[in-house]
């Protein structure tokens, strides 16, 4: 939920879920969009992973009758975040590179403040110490 604020600063539309979080599923997802007006229209699915893996194949952005198991039940969390936006009547775009769902580090954007987190990796974990030094 920290995320989503953060990102909502940004722009009020941006909206994070988990595969595994109670209360930050898909379905809670909806209902908070819902409770902002957003009740149709576009959704953009990126997954919050720096290379998409199977997560991201899979659970965000499997299409067709292997990922939609039942109708639309708010429990149901078998459904994968493309389909379950797709027949709650969202027109749902997976960002892509090549066939394969888009990770965060090929965003550029993103990519240079990872690549600037790790260049203060050595001072970072030097102030680390420094706060919690070994006993």
Known sequence: MQLEEALQQLNPNYFVGTV???GNLKMDVLERMRA?????GKVYLHALMSIAGDHAHNDMAGEGDD???HPMDPGNEENSWFEFFTHAGYET???VVGKHPQGLL???GI???WIGHTKNAE???DAYH???PEE
């Open 111 to 113: 990519l240079n403040v």
């Open 123 to 125: 001072f970072l974990e």
């Open 36 to 40: 902002k007006g957003l009740k149709d």
């Open 67 to 69: 990922y939609w198991a």
């Open 20 to 22: 595994d979080m109670a």
């Open 106 to 108: 090929e965003l550029s």
């Open 130 to 132: 420094s706060m919690y």
């Open 93 to 95: 775009i997976v960002p």
